[in-house]
T-cell receptor
């Protein structure tokens, strides 16, 4: 079974721009969670989607948004980028039936200049 | 409030030595427990997990962890460390059965260095 894939792997943007990151979960997994990882803050939960609905949300500003498609693929969008948004963005998928075992993708490293 | 602590920010061990990484949690009930490893620039790989049953859990790469309910701990161990084990290790807790929480929470991580 293919693992979680994330595209792109690396991204450079400038302040004020917006960015869209993509995540394809493991086949059969219906839940996708997004995390931001920075050296200072560690792993912080952004949001979780299950069956195209946002099931949970972390404490991030409204500039961070996401969605999930009928094939379980998910996208997250960050508008009006700030320097502090530079981070590794990780996507994790799980079956979504309460197993709570998350499988992570390799991440997208975003650099905001 | 739910929280996960990993008291050791950084640990250095010699190759072949034993290893123990500490993890304590506050979750209000018995959660699901996980250990992940992250190599530089990579995503997280699941090492092992505890849902219920035997409190000593075996994982991949020769790792094991023991759940101690009385101490709210889930420490990770390995009897003999290899140079390739150098990485960042994260403990995580997730909502167990009967809990009303719904998020997985990660600890701050412990960075492991291995001396040849």
């Amino acid at each position: 079974k293919a693992g979680v894939t994330q595209t792109p792997r690396y991204l450079i943007k400038t302040r004020g721009q917006q960015v869209t990151l993509s995540c394809s979960p493991i086949s059969g997994h219906r839940s996708v969670s997004w995390y931001q990882q920075t050296p200072g803050q560690g792993l912080q939960f952004l949001f979780e989607y299950f069956s195209e609905t946002q099931r949970n949300k972390g404490n991030f500003p409204g500039r961070f948004s996401g969605r999930q498609f009928s094939n379980s693929r998910s996208e997250m969008n960050v508008s009006t980028l700030e320097l502090g948004d530079s981070a590794l963005y990780l996507c994790a998928s799980e079956v979504g039936q309460g197993t709570e075992t998350q499988y992570f993708g390799p991440g997208t490293r975003l650099l905001v200049l | 409030a739910q929280s996960v602590t990993q008291p050791d920010i950084h640990i250095t061990v010699s190759e072949g030595a034993s290893l123990e990484l500490r993890c304590n949690y506050s979750y209000g009930a018995t959660p699901y427990l996980f250990w992940y490893v992250q190599s530089p620039g990579q995503g997280l790989q699941l090492l092992l997990k505890y849902f219920s049953g035997d409190t000593l859990v075996q994982g991949i790469k020769g790792f094991e962890a023991e759940f101690k309910r009385s101490q709210s701990s889930f420490n990770l161990r390995k009897p003999s460390v290899h140079w390739s084990d150098a990485a960042e290790y994260f403990c995580a807790v997730g909502p167990g059965e009967g809990t009303s929480y719904d998020k997985v929470i990660f600890g701050p991580g412990t960075s492991l260095s291995v001396i040849p």
